[in-house]
């Protein structure tokens, strides 16, 4: 199906979302809370931030021995998974401050990873929020050529294989920044036709190449100019650092979305979703192991059910909103999923990527495409 300004529809003229709007506003009107992060957020991206910039400094310092900047590398890396989900994506968001100078300033600290602002702007606020766990229309699940990660994606042979080396390839995310965002430029460029999306500019392609150059000048030509590391230490390094980062920012995001409760609807005839987005955004999403140490270094991403439908509000808060978002679904009589535990949600993401790499019953497998008749999942928890 080609890519059109995609409609979603309130055919059963549901008002769930307007009504958790309003309980959502009240309780932070009665509680007199700003929804931004706040002065919380600004320690926690200190925190982080030296997480990741700490590590290099002492390896540039060029006082340690190659193994122990081996280490210095895998702590910088659990450092950009978490400047990542604690400080950029909020910052991002808009919902880190309210200011927008700050945050424009923390959402800058992505070029410190190697991304790039309007390019993921693009990719999360616009195409994976809006259209979340539509084939062709989410970028984090279109475009993988080695996963399958919804049923209506081509069904291929290593597909069956998919559960035992994804971790692999979810290692691998962060160095495709370096690559990534050249290519999604045509991408975004082409559906912007449809209204899908904004085309960059002359100057967002500037400011990706100046934001490319500055992180190849920062984690390559730096080290290797001010310490005596050979290249061959220098590519381990980098390699276990975006390894760990990858892993952990891959997992993570995958939990939420890609487990055997959500669904990945499909577009009807006209190419639009029989569907309220709010309701769609319930279905398609699953919070995860709602522990606080957890969400604290997550960035609240397993309050992704309240992420998703609030993502201007601070991910400090979505503790306290959960059982407001949960009690009104009920309360319309709609999905809330959640698994209890970090374990329990990634084996449920292995016996996705199993059911999605084998034909399911009520599938055709045809040489183009897997042509998926819906089935209810029996194993689906709903609290």
């Known amino acids: 199906m080609t890519t059109t300004n995609v409609k979603f529809l309130n055919k059963d003229k549901s008002t769930f979302f ?33 997480l990741y910039l700490v590590p290099y400094i002492l390896i540039l310092t060029n006082l340690f021995p190659a193994w122990a900047m081996l280490i210095l590398s895998g702590i910088m890396g659990i450092g950009i998974a978490g400047v990542g989900m604690s400080v950029m994506h909020d910052a ?3 919902s880190f401050s309210t200011s927008p100078w700050v945050n424009t300033l923390f959402s800058g600290s992505l070029y410190l990873l190697g991304g790039n602002v309007y390019n993921w702007k693009v990719q999360h606020n616009t195409l994976h929020h809006t259209y979340t766990n539509i084939d062709q229309l989410d970028s984090d699940i279109t475009g993988k050529p080695f996963l399958r990660l919804c049923d209506q994606q081509r069904l291929q042979k290593m597909h069956r294989y998919q559960h035992i ?27 912007s036709k ?19 150059l500055f992180y190849v000048v920062f984690v390559g030509v730096l080290p290797l100019a001010l310490t005596d590391i050979t290249f061959g230490q220098w590519a ?34 006209q190419g639009n979703i029989e569907n309220a987005w709010a309701i769609h955004q319930l279905e398609s999403t699953a919070n995860f192991a709602v522990s606080r140490p957890l969400s604290w270094f997550i960035g609240g991403l397993n309050y992704q059910i309240e992420h998703h439908l609030f993502p201007s ?31 329990d949600a990634l084996g ?14 009520g599938q055709i497998v045809s040489a183009q495409r897997v042509v998926c008749v819906p089935q209810p999942v029996a194993s689906s928890q709903e609290v």
């Open 194 to 212: 449809s209204k899908l999306t904004k085309p960059f500019s002359s100057r967002e392609i500037l400011i990706l190449l100046a934001g490319k």
């Open 165 to 191: 080396y994804a971790f692999l390839l979810y290692g691998l995310m962060t160095f495709s920044f370096l690559v990534k965002d050249f290519k999604q430029i045509g991408e975004f460029n082409r559906k």
């Open 313 to 343: 509000i601070g991910h400090v808060h979505y503790p306290a909103i959960a059982p407001i978002v949960q009690a009104t679904a009920q309360e319309f009589g709609l999905p809330y999923y959640q698994k209890t535990s970090l374990m």
């Open 18 to 50: 307007p009504v958790l709007r309003t309980r959502i506003e009240q309780y932070f009107q009665e509680n007199a809370i700003c929804k931004s992060g706040g002065s919380p957020m600004v320690g926690k991206a200190i925190f982080m931030l030296s």
């Open 236 to 269: 381990l390094g980098f390699l276990l650092m975006n390894f760990v980062a990858g892993f952990v920012l891959s997992v993570i995001f995958q939990l939420a979305h890609i487990i055997e409760e959500v669904h990945s609807p499909i577009r009807n005839d």
């Open 348 to 361: 449920s993401h292995v016996n996705m990527l199993k059911n999605l790499g084998r034909p399911q019953a």
């Open 92 to 94: 991002n968001h808009g």
